[in-house]
């Protein structure tokens, strides 16, 4: 049965929350216990819901005022995955994280197209997890190591086949920007390293946006790692 705890009111729009209340769906009680009790012990992370499959996930968070999502992977019903692209596409500004026991590329590279901002793995969740939620808050992705050598390895493949260099799609400037923000740089900030307007710089950025079919900060950064603009 999912919580019944009230959660606390939604801030201002554009306003970070005092507390991140999270959503946490695993089809097994004793999971989410444990991952609960890593959670709240924080006291900025506070699970406000939790479900027992992905459907219930998503019905979740139609109700409820979350900011972030922590889905198992193997659910019945609808997987984590699944779930992922149902949140993605029903609240845009919801963060995800898939917390799994599978150390799985597959797995791994399925989660980041679904929109997920984070792979955690269940063995190190009590080193991982609560890092990975703040990063996620953050707009920046969370990386296991094996992660990041998967990522290293599907770029080098890519090369291998002659796939498109981040040059040839981008001009040399947008790519310059494209760097910058991945990197965590303000719009101002890199007006300034550039010597060039903010606007010049926003408008750098939605051309970036548009030319790769990208939503956000978060996917223009996973971008840039995965053609080899920034290290991981």
Do not use: W
Not at 38 to 54: F, S
Not at 60 to 81: C, E, H, N, S, W
Not at 102 to 109: A, P
């Amino acid at each position: 049965m999912p919580d019944t705890a009230t959660s606390p009111t939604a801030p201002p729009r554009g306003a970070a929350p005092s507390t991140i209340r999270i959503l946490l769906a695993d089809d097994h009680a004793l999971v989410r216990r444990g991952v609960r009790l890593i959670l709240d012990q924080e006291p900025d992370l506070e699970v406000v819901a939790e479900a027992g499959d992905g459907a219930e996930a998503v019905e979740l968070a139609r109700t409820r005022d979350v900011d972030l999502a922590v889905l198992d992977i193997a659910m019945p019903r609808m997987t984590g995955l699944q779930a992922a692209r149902e949140l993605a596409a029903l609240k845009p500004g919801l963060r995800i994280l898939m917390l799994t026991m599978h150390d799985n590329e597959q797995y791994f590279f399925q989660a980041l197209k679904a929109g997920a901002s984070g792979y955690v793995l269940k063995s190190v969740a009590d080193r991982d997890l609560v890092a990975a939620c703040r990063a996620a808050m953050r707009d920046e992705p969370f990386l296991y190591p094996g992660a990041v050598t998967a990522l290293i390895r599907n770029y080098l493949e890519r090369a291998r086949h002659g796939e498109e260099a981040p040059d040839q799609v981008l001009t040399p400037r947008e790519e310059e920007v494209l760097k910058l923000v991945a990197e965590g740089h303000s719009s101002k900030e890199i007006a300034e390293l550039l010597f060039i307007s903010i606007k010049t710089v926003q408008r750098h950025r939605a051309n970036l946006l548009q030319k790769l079919g990208l939503r956000d900060r978060l996917e223009l950064t996973r971008y840039a790692i995965r053609v080899g603009l920034i290290e991981p």
